[in-house]
């Protein structure tokens, strides 16, 4: 039985209706799919940013910590070199006045001699020679005579040797140094230097470590005093 036109014409409203439904059901899976895809993506993005980030924030922050450390480690540095400024300034300025009480001694006619007495015997100790040279200040050359005098005898009978001492009346010792004397061998080539500030700067090389102490403390650091 043939269709009518009707019936041709709704069957193919039907079918158009069916593809369309199709189409549109299509569409939207489609779309869902996409949006997902596209969700997902996203969320590897924002994921893989967030990432990023926060490396380079906790990278910055190293760095901020690291800077940190090294201002802190200079700015100790900068404070401890201040410190020992201050303390080497300190020991500095007692040093000078040892110096001016020691210029102080060479006033005293009675305590120079004795002190000069000490100072030649030391020397000739020292040299053990036949012929030394003193050399000491113009101004202190009648003391110094007189003390050479008095301890010839004493190092003949300490040592069993004679010497022979000549005050040289050429090269004197600067007249602004505290006083003290110079002894030399016979050629000159070796010295002993006993001048007052030679014999300061002794002492206060070997008691520079007790000088601290009594001055800044004991150093908890230091295991050893030498």
Not at 36 to 62: A, S
Not at 152 to 178: G, H, M, T, W
Not at 197 to 207: D, G, H, I, T
């Amino acid at each position: 039985m043939a269709l009518s036109d009707a019936d041709v014409q709704k069957q193919i409203k039907h079918m158009m209706a069916f593809i369309e439904q199709e189409a549109s059901e299509k569409a939207e899976e489609i779309d869902a799919k996409a949006e997902e895809e596209f969700n997902i993506e996203k969320g590897r993005l924002v994921q893989t940013q967030r990432v990023k980030i926060m490396e380079y924030f906790e990278k910055k922050d190293k760095q901020i910590e690291q800077h940190k450390k090294i201002q802190m480690s200079n700015l100790m540095n900068q404070a401890r070199l201040k410190v020992l400024k201050a303390r080497d300034d300190m020991i500095t300025d007692l040093l000078n006045e040892a110096r001016i009480q020691l210029a102080d001694i060479a006033k005293d006619p009675a305590r120079y001699s004795t002190l000069l007495e000490g100072l030649l015997l030391q020397g000739f100790y020292q040299l053990l020679e036949p012929k030394v040279t003193i050399r000491c200040r113009q101004q202190d050359v009648e003391m110094v005579q007189a003390a050479v005098n008095k301890n010839i005898p004493i190092y003949k009978d300490a040592v069993k040797s004679n010497i022979v001492v000549k005050i040289d009346q050429e090269r004197f010792l600067p007249s602004d140094i505290c006083g003290g004397v110079e002894v030399y061998n016979d050629n000159g080539k070796i010295k002993v230097s006993n001048t007052l500030e030679s014999r300061l700067e002794l002492m206060a090389q070997q008691m520079m470590p007790e000088i601290r102490v009594a001055l800044f403390g004991a150093n908890p650091n230091r295991k050893f005093t030498d």
